[in-house]
């Protein structure tokens, strides 16, 4: 029986590329035209390095990455050029010399966990198959293995939860079990297409932490695809920034970052809305939207977005070329002016933020001990349990200003947000609107997390954004049609969008139209629940931008959901951090970011990557998994994590919210005392 070394020995500095992609071009010929998804790339992978792909959705990373191993269906892909790993080129490679290879040589972890796990085959075995595939194993020993690699990559109690079926998974741990089986092989190089990109902070901070680990343990390269420029600087040594099918910019990451020598780099990492940057000014954007290749180059792909261009830039395609640093390339005609001139960005970045008072705003909507119970029944109807999803939550939401809440998943943001719209109904507590209990449909409305599961495919533009106005008999047919236009103007999107089909608009266009539609009744209360955590930097930085537009027109108060803090500090004037169905700490933005009190919004505030390769980020990531709400641990639900937890007191004696300072509570034992380690004389649970 043949078994995968556990590690491999470090390769020198100087040998040849373990990957070598040269002239790589991709097309697909569809029914109605031709895409060019890549366009004449040349890329190389060091033995042992991390090679970050980094782009806008459509510039060609994913497809690069499937073809790399071998998963583009041909038709109607078309691949041209060369993919040499380990000297031998993959193309020439029929599917069965290619299947040896893959999964054992090049393992790949997907975007979406879920999607690359079978949901009717435990875990473990699914760990398991590749190693019997490849080395032959017996069914035992895969399963041995299998455990060995779960507990491996941290998952707890291994040796159970390998029979457990991927349902039974938290998002994070389905995104652990995938690392795992792509190095069931001890691969010699690892794909991660948007490893964290569905991920809360806290997740996606251990998941660059348990990559990072295998690879320096493994000595195996890896390319890591995304568009978070956060993480990349966290963990590459190389960068290639990619849009419309083409290499822009290619170097290490110290030279990408600090010295850009393209103006599509320099606008990916201005619109960042850093953790320690202004919050007084717009985010800065990059105008337009990414194209479509129907046809091949003949101009930079950029050009028609980018605020250097002249006649130059569109004669034709710019080739990589050496710029003043060794090893940095970049395909910009004027990166020596770039050198010299730094910033050449002069677009609404600049602008100053209306700075909104606290003196003319009131109370909107009051959220008094509001919970929110699931009761978990057995296939005879009997209640087995209940997840407490919310859990005695007191809220203020003011006219004009923005509440961010923020937390891991499962910690109760959407179904708070769902239950203030009226799409679930509470358990016990109140939701007053300007004083009232009366019904809220028009008064507060929703923009959901993914705009086109939330629209009718079959509808019109025309007819999703009027909806609501049907529904509340709002106006004639007259009126409801030049609502729509003023509505799709309000927005940014041309009139005729009206006549066309959701499937037809980008990610950001598609949350264009659902703002509109929650913008139709004319609300006083939006809730946006996680409306740009699915969206490239440059997108959301434009849709940021316009609902803080939109707000300060119109004075609308919003709720706006989030698990990206960076995001949530640009936008909110206050701040809610929730988990496990409780409020541990609010206070305003400024105060809360400046010097957060609660151990867990300190390891929240810990774990945001910083765009910054120079930073090193020394914070350990926060330790385990959300409990679940159904059983959550007595005393302080964070006591199980909290690396500060008093035996004795936190785990015995739920800690209520208080009041600590002029508008800041918060809910620990430990916070606002001079004895930390003495029980407080205040107790009982939070309401």
């Not at 050029?81 to 380990?86: L, M, T």
Request: with cysteine.
């Amino acid at each position: 029986m043949t078994s995968p070394a556990s590690i491999r020995s470090p390769l020198a500095l100087d040998a040849p590329p373990l990957l070598a992609l040269e002239g790589l071009s991709i097309r697909f010929d569809m029914r109605d035209g031709q895409v060019h998804a890549v366009s004449d790339i040349d890329l190389s992978v060091k033995p042992g390095e991390v090679f970050a792909l980094v782009g806008e959705s459509g510039s060609g990373k994913s497809v690069t990455a499937l073809s790399i191993m071998g998963l583009l269906p041909t038709p109607p892909a078309i691949v041209s050029g060369s993919i040499r790993f380990e000297g031998q080129d993959l193309t020439t490679l029929r599917n069965r010399a290619m299947s040896k290879i893959r999964g054992k040589e090049i393992g790949m972890v997907f975007q979406d966990p879920m999607s690359s796990l079978n949901p009717v085959h435990t875990v473990g075995k699914q760990i398991g198959e590749s190693l019997r595939l490849h080395f032959g194993m017996n069914r035992r020993d895969a399963h041995g293995r299998a455990i060995e690699l779960l507990d491996r990559v941290g998952i707890p109690d291994a040796a159970s939860r390998a029979s457990d079926h991927p349902h039974e998974f938290s998002g994070g741990m389905r995104q652990r079990a995938v690392i795992a089986m792509a190095l069931a092989c001890d691969p010699k190089l690892l794909i991660a297409d948007e490893p964290t990109t569905a991920l809360d902070v806290t997740v996606q901070s251990q998941i660059v932490q348990l990559i990072r680990d295998l690879q320096q343990e493994r000595h195996m390269a890896v390319i890591w695809i995304t568009h978070d420029l956060g993480v990349v600087a966290e963990i590459a040594d190389r960068v290639a920034v990619m849009y419309g099918g083409r290499v822009m910019e290619q170097g290490s990451a110290s030279d990408v970052y600090a010295a850009t020598r393209h103006p599509y780099t320099s606008g990916l990492l201005r619109a960042i809305p850093g953790i320690d940057r202004s919050t007084a000014t717009k985010l800065a954007e990059i105008p337009g939207t990414p194209t479509t290749i129907f046809a091949p180059l003949t101009a930079c792909a950029f050009h028609h977005r980018c605020p250097m261009t002249e006649p130059g830039c569109t004669s034709s395609v710019p080739e990589l070329m050496a710029t003043d640093r060794p090893g940095h390339e970049s395909s910009c005609i004027h990166h020596e002016e770039l050198a010299a001139a730094g910033n050449i960005w002069l677009d609404d970045a600049s602008t100053i933020q209306p700075d909104r008072s606290r003196s003319d705003d009131r109370v909107i909507v009051t959220v008094e001990d509001l919970k929110v119970h699931f009761p978990i029944r057995r296939r005879s109807g009997r209640a087995r349990g209940t997840v407490r999803a919310v859990d005695g939550v007191n809220l203020e939401i003011h006219t004009g200003r923005t509440l961010g809440v923020v937390g891991e998943s499962g910690c109760g943001k959407t179904t708070l947000g769902r239950t203030l719209v009226g799409l679930i109904e509470p358990t016990a507590g109140s939701i007053r609107v300007d004083g009232s209990d009366d019904d809220t449909h028009r008064t507060i409305q929703m923009i959901f997390q993914d705009p086109f599961s939330s629209m009718n495919p079959g509808m019109r533009v025309r007819d999703v954004i009027e909806e609501p106005l049907r529904i509340l008999s709002m106006g004639s047919s007259g009126e409801r049609e030049s609502r729509v236009a003023e509505l799709l103007e309000m927005v940014g999107l041309p009139t005729d969008a009206a006549e066309r089909y959701p499937h037809e608009f980008s990610g950001g266009q598609r949350q264009r139209i659902a703002i509109a539609r929650a913008l139709a009744a004319d609300p006083q209360v939006i809730v946006c629940d996680e409306p740009v955590s699915a969206l490239d930097v440059s997108v959301q930085a434009q849709i940021v931008n316009l609902l803080r537009d939109i707000q300060d027109t119109h004075g609308l108060a919003f709720l706006f959901i989030a698990h990206d803090l960076a995001v949530v500090r640009h936008i909110s004037d206050e701040v809610a951090v929730m988990y496990l169905g409780q409020i541990v700490e609010r206070s305003s933005r400024d105060d809360l970011y400046r010097e957060p009190l609660h151990p867990y919004t300190k390891a929240l505030l810990a774990a945001v990557p910083v765009p910054d390769p120079s930073v090193s980020h020394s914070a350990a990531p926060l330790r385990g998994d959300l409990p679940s709400p159904s059983n959550p641990p007595s005393g302080c639900r964070f006591h199980t994590r909290c690396p500060v937890a008093v035996p004795g007191m936190c785990d015995t004696q739920p800690p209520p919210l208080l009041e600590v300072s002029s508008e800041r509570w918060v809910a620990c034992h430990l916070v606002g005392s001079d004895q930390p380690h003495k029980r407080p004389q205040t107790g009982g649970e939070q309401s």
